[in-house]
Each structure stands twice: as C-alpha cells, then as structure tokens.
C-alpha cells in the first residue's frame, strides 16, 4: 500500500477545513475541497476565503492561482480524505453526528484500495470506529481496519485539530498533532500526510485514544474557565476586582488562573464536554457543574447592566464574537447577552462588531442596530464591553468619561470592579 500522496479531499471546508487545505495546497499537494454551500465553493474558486482569518485569504488566492486546490460539491478521487465537519450538539446535549455520516457517505462511491481517509472533527470516543463500519456497509468490495482485518484496504485515523481563529495559519503548521491510527499502519500513513506541513511532534497512538484527547483538552480548559467565572462572582459580591486578584494570585509558582469572561463560546470548548458527559454522565459531575458555570455567566451579565441602566437608556454592546479580532460568532455567549438585552429593553440597542458586515439575524428581526465604534461612544448611555477586540483595547480612556460602563472582559481597569457605593450595599446585605 502507497504512503505518498499526491492529492488529498478535504471534506468540509469550514473553519478548519480550509485553512487546512490551504495549507496543504501551500506545501505542493494537490487539494480538492468538498463543500455543500455554494457560496463557499464560488468564493474559494475565485481564490477569496468566506471567513476572515489571518493570512487564509493569501493563501487560498496562491494556492487557486497555482491550481493546486479547487472546491467542488461532491467528492472526486483522491489519495487521501479528511473528514472536517461539524459534530454539534443536540438540544439535550447529546452529539449529532449527523454531518460525518453524510461525509462518509459521500465518499464512499470514490473510495480506492490503497485510500487514507482521516476524521479531524471533534468526535465521540468510537466515531472512527462508527464511521468505518459505516463504509464498510457501503463498499463490501472494500476492506476496513474493524478489528479482525490484519492488512485492511482502507487506512483510517482520527486525527484532531488544535488551533483557534487568529492563529489558525501558524498553529497548523507548528502546532504538535495526536494520531489515532485503527491500525499501526493506519498511524504511520496520517504521519506520512501531516509531515509534509507540520512542523510540531507527530505523536501515534489508538483511535479512541486520540478522540478521548482532544474531548479532554477542551474539557480541561471549559473546567478551569469555569473556576476564573465562578470567582469573577464572588469578587463582584464583595466589591473587588477579579482580574486583580487573578493577577496577584497568579504570581504564587504553581497558580494560573484564568482570566474570565460574559461565558463560553467557540464550537470546541462550549461542545466538546457534553460529548464525555453523554457518555458517563454518573462520572462526570465536575466538567457537568462548569458548564453549568459557564452557561450561567451570559444571563449573569445581563443581570448587571440591567442593574445599571435606566429607563429608555441607549446600550451599545461591543463585540459580537466568541473570541477576541476573530469573526466567528459559533456559540458566542456575546451574542446571547446582546440577544437578551434586546429582547427586554424599551429603547434602542446599538452593537458595534468590527469585523461582521452585518447583524445576526436575530438581533436584526429585535430592532439591534449595527453601528461603528465612534457612533457607539457619540450616542450610547450604557457600553457594554463584551469582546476585547483590538479596536476597544486600543480605544483612548478619555473617550469613555460619562458613559456608564460594564467590562466583561478587564480591559479598562477604571470599570473593572464594582462601585463603591454598590459594595457597600451588597456587604451589608451580606453581613
């Protein structure tokens, strides 16, 4: 069986489908990409990326220029696959896997003797495994690496991604990758494909190995995240700053802690939790109490400024996004704040999202109004900093005098803790 690859499907050409087959393309491969929107297919072949990330535009314009990567509707030939679609989750929170059975399906058909097909997508422990009995059922011609098959015609590997937008260029490159081969030879054909970009160890190990990694990554992080939240709470109850006291606690040799935030957003650390918990719920009562945590955090936030604002007061919220000069809105507990506040105000909400051209839909049909950040500062009574974007970082103190301000991200030290007068109140309710 050959381990070079001259060409390589990425399915799904998302968030991290693209970049990775940008990159790929950028490295010699030839890359086709497989997208079921038609706007993304006839963005990418006009060599414009249909998300903003650092760098991606370049890249994807080079590397259609070149003629090395192209987007399509269905799947084409290919040496190798990857799989790099969504694994969202229910409303019960339990995992749809949805997305990489349709992407299973649709190469199925394409699938050649010899083929490497590889899932990157945040998964359930067994997905690797769910997912090559699912083709096995499709090409019986076909053997596939479940178990009892020594030397298996198709190769298969779970192989998770680990960057976030901003970075996603340099961390794909230099960034250490998990390989959960099905087979010894399946985890040497992933690091044959991965070394030809990554820069960072290649580390082999079982399928639900790797799966059970990247789950626990992002469950590690929601855990902690949760701990900096929780005690943003406490301070603001006893009038204290808590990204000072993060600060101060930080330099003890083995604390560091977070810092906090309106909540959780992003695909991976707001999801990937609910897929261990799925699994063992009666096991997992600490990552079940931090998103309780966390998902509590954006309605927190709306009950402070709500506390702080008069009748017929002008809000602006700034920052729609999950994470800071990112466009990505994925689960933004940014947006859920903004979204609440226009649901219960009598006057008018301004937003201010430097890097969207237009307003989630549900904050358009509630009467938001999408504005830049001088007409913020000119028109609102109430900020609400909610994303540390470059633009509010930067933004001059001065600019800030009379407005009445709620920084759910500590970047204004003057507006970080509660007002005096409130602490006074709350400690004697306390005491």
């Known amino acids: 069986m ?10 799904g050409l998302g968030y991290i489908g693209l970049p990775t087959a940008a990159v790929m393309a950028s490295r010699g491969l030839n890359v086709i990409g497989v997208e079921v929107s038609l706007r993304a297919v006839g963005s990418i072949n006009s060599g414009r990326a249909h998300f903003f990330e650092p760098e991606l535009d370049a890249l994807v314009k080079k590397a259609v220029d070149e003629g090395r990567l192209r987007a399509v509707t269905r799947p084409e030939p290919a040496e190798a696959f990857i799989i790099a679609v969504p694994t969202p989750v229910d409303r019960d929170h339990s995992p749809d896997l949805s997305y990489v059975e349709a992407a299973g399906t649709s190469i199925a058909p394409v699938l050649r003797r010899g083929n490497l097909i590889i899932l990157e997508s945040t998964s359930p422990v067994g997905t690797t495994e769910m997912l090559a009995r699912r083709l096995a059922a499709l090409r019986p011609d076909l053997k596939f690496p479940l178990g009892q098959e020594s030397e298996p015609d198709i190769l298969m ?4 991604e680990r960057i976030i937008p901003g970075q996603m260029i340099t961390e794909l490159i230099h960034n250490d990758r998990i390989l959960g081969g099905l087979t010894p030879r399946s985890a040497k054909a992933a690091a044959a494909l991965y070394s030809s970009f990554v820069q ?3 580390v082999p190990t079982s399928g639900r190995t790797a799966e059970m990694v990247k789950l626990s990554e992002n469950a590690f992080r929601d855990v902690n995240i949760a701990f900096a939240n929780e005690l943003s709470k406490i301070c603001d109850r006893f009038g204290i700053d808590p990204w000072e006291v993060i600060e101060l606690a930080n330099h003890h040799p083995r604390v560091a802690i977070l810092k906090p935030g309106p909540g959780v957003g992003g695909h991976c650390i707001a999801v990937d939790p ?8 009666d096991l997992s009562p600490l990552m079940q109490a931090a998103r309780q945590v966390n998902d509590s955090k954006p309605p927190y936030v709306v009950e402070r400024v709500r506390a702080m604002t008069r009748s017929c007061d002008r809000i602006a919220c700034l920052g729609l996004a999950y994470k800071a000069d990112t466009d990505d809105l994925r689960e933004s507990p ?8 226009a649901l219960d105000r009598a006057g008018e909400l301004l937003v201010v999202e430097p890097n969207q051209t237009q307003l989630p839909e549900v904050l358009s049909e509630l009467g938001a109004r999408q504005v830049e950040l001088e007409q913020a500062l000119a028109e609102a009574d109430v900020l609400v900093l909610l994303v540390d974007h470059r633009q509010f970082r930067n933004l001059d103190p001065a600019a800030l005098s009379g407005k009445r301000v709620y920084d759910a991200r500590g970047i204004w030290p003057r507006y970080r803790s509660v007002r005096p007068e409130e602490a006074r109140l709350t400690l004697r309710a306390v005491s």
């Not at 590997?157 to 998770?160: D, G, L, R």
């Not at 609910?274 to 719920?281: L, P, R």
């Not at 940014?334 to 979204?339: F, I």
Request: hydrophobic share 60%; aromatic share 12%; glycine share 4%.
């Open 2 to 11: 050959q381990i070079a690859f001259e060409t390589v499907s990425v399915v």
């Open 157 to 160: 590997a779970y192989c998770p």
């Open 200 to 202: 960072g160890q290649l």
């Open 274 to 281: 609910w897929f261990i918990i799925h699994a063992a719920e």
């Open 334 to 341: 940014a947006v859920q704040v903004a979204t609440a506040l």
